[in-house]
Each structure stands twice: as structure tokens, then as C-alpha cells.
């Protein structure tokens, strides 16, 4: 199908992210409030499409369905489009990607994405429990592969192996997006500072992870409006910020179908990344802020080579020689990512494309100068699918 | 607040200390509930085998009910190898799963380039936190695992079950 017309994100919110004290319903409420706060005018009749990405609701909140829960909670009445999406971590960015071509192809004007979960339950064992179901159950999970941590740090010693990445240069992710994440007071983490020291000295949670090398699990919601174009224009008088291009990859579901050499290589990230750009009509270069899954630290410093933005090998001394800070070529995540402002997995994808929005408008709370492309990155499952979307101040001509 | 009795506020009353399937760590391994039961026979039997493709001779793993390469249902029953190399390795100190006792020792495998496996996740078994190095050479174990009770008609049945791990080769 030619495409007619350009789609744009107009705004969005989060819930507080965190160990919340509220139904998974409640903080999807939470997050329209932030969206309606930082859309003032918007009114439910605008919505026409509604998206919620959510992984745990079914299991954890007894919510299978979930789109007519959200719909009758928001005082939605959808009429393009009333769907739930799961991609685990992706799940949002994923609504993205098809609330994007809703709008191109002209079937939907106005669509509401927004992710949730409940993660805590009443006990905790039973979050570790629910993770043997978000991966290959029958086989890598009867493995006893549940919490990601230790699948990650064969990872991270495999890149330390084989490129000398070392834990300081893993720390540098973490320090560096505890300073992005101040003054976020959604965030998980919100008020808390990480000092070098600080990060080396953590208690071992996976070796060689310490504690801030990892992200928390968190419950929480965000959401946002995407938007056809004009309908964005009556909504908001900020900047437009398009949605230029997306891409997405899977490979395999368990280990045995593991796309790269080693653990330290993933192709499926870097091949997504190249269907993304060259939609946008744009390369690495061109970026001027990302947002990527920082699960863990070094899931970061392994996306900035994948992504192209320095060299496969050379991500450990890109991140310490300080490129990915607010003056560095690619300040990355300048909300303080999963790492800080933690990771409700559904709601994660919108909370980056609520922070690359208000960076190309201008109105970030740590602002890139004159950011006019952003990108954001999610992994999802144990490394199984990558999820990419790059924004613009100007749509692909 | 008064005291509550203990039966008053602890478990679901409704389930009545019932089998929940959706929360079994484990495969539904009997054949009322999969395509790829053979695996799990074989596996009682000591083999660590999987599907080939009898129309482009592709090996995959999980076995499957048809080839993920050609798409064709024809498939074959093939034993694949018992030894293993370990590349890397995680010993899991906090958050095992429910079922799985520390150390839970988790290796990232290597059946070698040649082989119709090249990469898988094993967990390592009679195994103490620090023994596992490196390079070491790991064999295929197999173990029984709790059974479950499924319904035929108006009787009930119970399945046993099994499934497999890695060892040190010492």
C-alpha cells in the first residue's frame, strides 16, 4: 500500500515505575493523567485506536484480555482499532510499529499505546516463578532459565573474552545513566546517585554483574498518542515529531537457535538496525540521541556497536571515554533507561519514545542541543527479537 | 482485628490442593498433549535425540512436527551427541526459580562447528559451585521429574515423567 500521510508522536506519560502499591489498572489510569497532563486539551472522543502492550496481565493480574479492561478504565470507545500486543520488553515499541502503519495507510487518526505491568505479586517468589513462562518454557526454562542475570552474564563474559571489555568500562553505563535519570521523579530510581565506587563495590548478583549492572523489575504503565500528521497539528502547537522509520527481528525462541558466533555477537540486533535506518532513510551518523535496552550494562555497550554507532568490539571504551553522555555523538538514554527508571517490560518501548519526543522538542529535562533524530532499541525474551524505531523533526521524503 | 484461623487466609480454597498445569515447571511430556512425545521415550531410554528432515535432511532443535527449513511433515527420529564442550558458564547465587535449588549452574554449550547442534543452554547437575571451569567436557544425564495427573474420558491417569541435563566428564 503507497503511503498517504506521515504519522507522528504528539506526547505521553508514565506512572510512577517502581514496587507499586496499585492494580496494574491503576497505574495504566496513572500513566493517561501524565499523557492528558502533557496533552492539555486532549479528550477521550479524540482516541480513535487503542493499543495496550502487556506481557504479565494475563497471569499476574488475571487479565487475558485485556484491551476492554483498559477501554472501559480510560472512557475510551475505540473504533479503528482495540488490540493487546505482547512482545515482552518490546511490547509498546512494537504498538508503535503498527499504530505507525494504522495511521500511514489512513485506518486509524488517532491512536492511545500504552503498556503496563504488575510484576510484584502478594509473594515474591512468585515473579522469579511467572519468568520461567516469558522464555522457551519446555526447553531453556527446564533448564531452570528464569530471571535474566545469568543468561546476560554469560553474555558479558563472553564480550569481556573476547573484546578485554572490563567491569569498569560496564560501570561507566550505569554511572552515566544514573546522572541522565535525575530529576525524573517517575523514574524507580528517582533521587538515588551512583558514584564509580559505588557501582564496583555492589554486591554480586550474577558475576560479573553487581547490583547496578542490572535493571530492576518494575511495575508501572506509560502512554502516548501517535498521531496522523494533521490531527497532531490541532492537538499540540509543539514541534512534529515523526515517526520516519521501524524495524523488527526475531530469530529464534531458545538457545539452540542463537543467530551469532558467541554470545558477545548479535546480528539479529545489528539486521533490524539496518532495516530501521535505511526506512528512515538515515545511518547511524545521522542520530543524535538513542534510546537502547539497557537491561544491563552491557546490554548497552553491545547495542552501540550492533547499531552502528562505534565500532563491533569497541563499545566497552566507547561508553568510558563518555560518547554516550549529553555531550558525547550519541548521548543515550537521557532518562536514566531500564537502569534507572526501571522496566515495567510492556511499557518500556513508550517511555523511550515519550524521552526521544520531548528531546526533539526541545523540552528534555537533560537536553541534547538541537537533537533533530532519535532512535529507540528493546530487546525482548533472552535476546530472541530486537525492536527498532527512529524518530525525526522531518518526515522521509 | 481479630486472629484469623490459619486454614482462613493462607492458599486458594477453591483449588482444594489441586495439580495446576499452567504453573508446571516441566513439559506436558505424555502423548495426549504433544507431537514430540518420542522425545521424551527416548530420553527414558538414555537418548538424546531429535527431528530430521527427511525431505532436506535439516536437523533442528526442539524437535518439531514439521522443518522449520522446507516446511515439509515428513521427519525422522535422530540421536544427537551426548558430549558437550563448555564455552561459558553462570552459577546462579540469588533468584533461582521455585524447583531449582542452588548452585543452579547454567553453561553455555558447545557441540562443536561440524555438529547438527552447534550452541545450547544446559544446566549442570551434581555439580558444586566452583568445580565447573571453562572448557570442561560435559555429558547428557537424564533424571525423573515430578509426575502430573490429566484426565481420559472420566478417569484419571497420572504421566511420569523425565528430562535431561549436563554432568562433568571427570
Redesign the interface.
Known amino acids: 500500500m503507497a503511503q498517504t500521510r506521515n504519522a507522528v508522536i504528539v506526547g505521553g506519560g508514565t506512572s510512577k515505575f517502581g514496587v507499586r502499591q496499585a492494580h496494574l489498572l491503576d497505574m495504566i489510569q496513572e500513566a493517561m493523567r501524565a499523557c492528558a497532563d502533557d496533552l492539555p486539551g486532549l479528550k477521550p472522543a479524540d482516541i480513535d485506536g487503542l493499543i495496550i502492550a502487556t506481557t504479565m496481565a494475563g497471569r499476574h493480574s488475571s487479565a487475558l484480555n485485556t484491551a476492554p479492561l483498559v477501554v472501559q478504565r480510560l472512557g475510551l470507545s475505540p473504533t479503528s482499532i482495540c488490540i493487546r500486543v505482547d512482545t515482552l520488553c518490546a511490547g509498546s515499541n512494537s504498538a508503535i510499529i503498527v499504530a505507525k502503519g494504522l495511521i500511514e495507510s489512513g485506518i486509524a487518526d488517532v491512536i492511545l499505546v500504552t503498556g503496563g505491568e504488575k510484576v510484584y505479586m502478594p509473594q515474591r517468589?512468585e515473579t522469579?516463578?511467572t519468568?520461567?513462562a516469558v522464555n522457551?518454557?519446555?526447553?531453556?526454562?527446564?533448564?531452570?532459565?528464569?530471571?535474566p542475570?545469568?543468561?546476560f552474564?554469560?553474555i558479558a563474559?563472553?564480550h569481556m573474552?573476547r573484546y578485554g571489555t572490563t567491569k569498569e568500562q560496564m560501570a561507566h553505563v550505569s554511572v552515566t545513566n544514573y546522572g541522565h535519570g535525575e530529576g525524573h521523579v517517575n523514574g524507580h530510581f528517582a533521587g538515588r546517585t551512583l558514584t564509580m565506587e559505588q557501582a564496583l563495590e555492589a554486591r554480586?548478583?550474577?558475576?560479573p554483574f553487581g547490583l547496578y549492572d542490572c535493571c530492576p523489575l518494575s511495575d508501572g504503565a506509560s502512554a502516548v498518542v501517535i498521531a496522523s500528521e494533521e490531527r497532531a497539528k490541532a492537538m499540540s502547537d509543539r514541534p512534529l515529531v515523526y515517526l520516519r522509520g521501524t524495524g523488527q527481528h526475531a530469530t529464534h525462541s531458545?538457545?539452540?537457535g542463537?543467530p551469532g558466533d558467541?554470545?558477545a555477537e548479535w546480528p539479529h540486533l545489528k539486521t533490524a538496525g539496518e532495516v530501521a535506518f535505511k526506512n528512515a532513510k538515515l545511518t547511524p551518523k545521522d542520530i543524535d540521541i538513542a534510546e537502547t535496552h539497557d537491561c544491563f550494562t552491557i546490554s548497552e555497550i553491545i547495542e552501540l556497536e550492533e547499531l552502528g554507532f562505534c565500532k563491533k568490539g569497541e563499545g566497552g571504551a566507547f561508553v568510558a571515554s563518555g560518547e554516550i553522555g549529553l555531550n558525547g555523538t550519541i548521548p543515550t538514554n537521557t532518562d536514566g533507561g531500564l537502569l534507572v527508571y526501571g522496566h515495567p517490560f510492556g511499557a518500556s518501548g513508550a517511555r523511550q519514545a515519550i524521552e526521544i519526543c520531548k528531546q526533539l522538542q526541545g523540552r528534555a529535562i537533560h537536553q541534547v542541543k538541537d537533537a533533530a533524530f532519535g532512535l529507540t532499541h528493546n530487546l525482548s525474551g533472552t535476546c530472541a527479537q530486537h525492536t527498532v524505531v527512529i524518530y525525526g523533526k522531518e518526515p522521509v521524503k | 482485628m481479630a486472629e484469623l484461623q490459619k486454614a482462613e487466609i493462607v492458599g486458594t480454597p477453591a483449588l482444594d490442593g489441586q495439580y495446576i498445569g499452567e504453573m508446571d515447571i516441566w513439559p506436558f511430556e505424555a502423548p495426549e498433549f504433544n507431537r514430540i512425545y518420542p522425545f521424551y521415550d527416548n530420553l527414558r531410554a538414555g537418548k538424546f535425540t531429535t527431528t530430521k528432515c527427511k525431505k532436506c535432511g535439516h536437523i533442528t532443535f526442539p524437535p518439531q512436527v514439521i522443518c522449520p527449513k522446507c516446511w515439509s511433515d515428513e521427519l525422522e527420529w535422530v540421536e544427537l551427541p551426548q558430549r558437550a564442550k563448555v564455552v561459558t558458564l553462570t552459577e546462579t547465587q540469588a533468584g533461582a526459580p521455585l524447583g531449582f535449588e542452588p548452585p543452579l549452574i547454567l553453561a553455555w554449550l558447545t557441540f562443536g562447528d561440524k555438529g547438527p547442534l552447534k550452541h545450547l543452554l544446559g544446566r549442570i547437575i551434581h555439580c558444586k559451585e566452583g568445580e565447573l571451569k571453562e572448557g570442561d567436557e560435559v555429558k547428557f544425564v537424564t533424571f525423573s521429574v515430578p509426575a502430573h495427573p490429566f484426565e481420559v474420558k472420566k478417569d484419571t491417569k497420572i504421566s511420569d515423567r523425565v528430562f535431561y541435563a549436563f554432568e562433568l566428564v571427570k
Open positions: 517468589w522469579n516463578y519468568q520461567l522457551d518454557h519446555d526447553w531453556d526454562s527446564a533448564m531452570g532459565l528464569g530471571v542475570p545469568p543468561f552474564a554469560m563474559k563472553m573474552k554480586i548478583i550474577a558475576d531458545m538457545s539452540a542463537w558467541t554470545l
